[in-house]
């Protein structure tokens, strides 16, 4: 189970890997009033490329997030392993699922489509940063309890 639960994970954080390579070109004009356009630009064509053109990709992703939620559930359920490694882990997954369903992929979306203003460009590409760094605390954080657990 621990395995099972460790992979979906380990996975997840991989993506979230590949994700903050581009989102950390934000961190040196994090005292700007704005990011520079061509750093946007860099950003805002990658999540056009992984939120759209690589349909139907994300859905492998959302596969991934239901499996977790799932294993979480089911190791809570039949026991053997202590309750506040199934309740921090639970917690903490649908946390991070919450947030990237419900903020960073309508953010990433928007941001590949190019529509909006320069200042608001920008703006998204912060919260994309802020939301995938608190993503991937909530991820290390299940990790390293089902590691300890397991």
Do not use: K, N
């Not at 992979?7 to 390579?21: C, E, H, Q």
């Not at 053109?53 to 492998?60: H, I, V």
């Not at 392993?81 to 917690?91: A, D, E, N």
């Amino acid at each position: 189970m621990h395995a099972a639960i460790t992979a979906a994970v380990g996975f997840l954080i991989a993506v979230l890997w590949f994700d903050l390579m581009f989102d950390v070109q934000v961190i040196p004009h994090r005292r700007a009033a704005q990011v520079p356009d061509d750093v946007v630009e860099s950003i805002a064509t990658y999540y056009r490329r992984v939120t759209t053109d690589a349909s139907p990709m994300g859905r492998l992703i959302s596969l991934v997030m239901a499996a977790l939620v799932g294993l979480l559930v089911w190791q809570a359920a039949r026991g053997g392993t202590p309750g506040w490694v199934s309740v921090v882990s639970l917690v903490g997954a649908a946390a991070s699922i919450v947030l990237a369903l419900t903020r960073v992929v309508p953010h990433a979306v928007r941001l590949g489509q190019r529509r909006d203003p320069a200042a608001a460009r920008s703006a998204l590409a912060r919260s994309i940063l802020r939301d995938h760094l608190a993503f991937l605390t909530l991820l290390v954080i299940v990790l390293v309890v089902q590691l300890a657990a397991g």
